[in-house]
Antibody, heavy 118, light 109 residues
Framework: HLEQSGAEVKKPGESLKISCQGSGYRFTAKWIAWVRQKPGKGLEWMGIIYPGDSDTRYSPSFQGQVTISADKSTTTAYLQWSRLEASDSAVYYC?????????????WGQGTLVTVTS | SFVLTQSPSVSVAPGGTATITCGGTHLGSKTVHWYQQKAGQAPVQVIQYDSDRPSGIPERFSGSSFGYTATLTINRVEVGDEADYFCQVWDSSSDHVWVFGGGTKLTVL
């Protein structure tokens, strides 16, 4: 089970960190991916982290724009921005991925709505 | 970068068969996954590894992949199947990226 943090309303230029807490499985044995979905649009893979050793990979489209991290002690993964833009307004999902990366995104969190508006 | 192409929409009557396709160069060399997203909800994986159904997914859902096209088939379509369906692959040949198709809206008439 993945429980995501609640909706956020931020101003452009502000920083933000949203979370995704895993439970009911060995947190360090599965990857966690982050996916963006803008209103009325499709799914975009942002990046992925393996909490076991913090191996992190980013989509070229999001490299340098966000930071993904994980805390094994709290079984929580994070997605953060240092300076938000209006174009970051979207729903963000986390999802588990099997260790071998061959079975896709197995279980999804409920999503976190981020609204960036002045 | 790798691109997956899906038709924007498919319509089917209840009880009928829905066929949703996903195209991409060299798709046959990659494993394809499918996700169902109902309005206002998070996606749910309905097919993994081309044709495997995750636990809890009805047998009415099946997947196949051959050549440049992967197919999600939904038999005996129900009103509750109305949703957006997305295909996905892991492009291990280029930056190890995950790629989603643009999605297909299934309307049950």
């Amino acid at each position: 089970h993945l429980e995501q943090s609640g909706a956020e309303v931020k101003k452009p230029g502000e920083s933000l960190k949203i979370s995704c807490q895993g439970s009911g499985y060995r947190f360090t044995a599965k990857w966690i991916a982050w996916v963006r979905q803008k209103p009325g649009k499709g799914l975009e893979w942002m990046g992925i982290i393996y909490p076991g050793d913090s191996d992190t990979r980013y989509s070229p489209s999001f490299q340098g724009q966000v930071t993904i991290s994980a805390d094994k002690s709290t079984t929580t993964a994070y997605l953060q921005w240092s300076r938000l833009e209006a174009s970051d307004s979207a729903v963000y999902y986390c999802a588990t991925v099997d260790t071998s990366l061959i079975r896709g995104f197995e279980y999804w969190g409920q999503g976190t709505l981020v609204t960036v508006t002045s | 970068s790798f691109v997956l192409t899906q038709s924007p929409s498919v319509s089917v009557a209840p009880g009928g068969t829905a066929t949703i396709t996903c195209g991409g160069t060299h798709l046959g060399s990659k494993t394809v996954h499918w996700y169902q997203q109902k309005a206002g909800q998070a996606p749910v994986q309905v097919i993994q590894y081309d044709s495997d159904r995750p636990s809890g997914i009805p047998e009415r859902f099946s997947g196949s992949s051959f050549g440049y096209t992967a197919t999600l088939t939904i038999n005996r379509v129900e009103v509750g199947d109305e949703a957006d369906y997305f295909c996905q692959v892991w492009d291990s040949s280029s930056d190890h990226v995950w790629v989603f198709g643009g999605g297909t809206k299934l309307t049950v008439l």
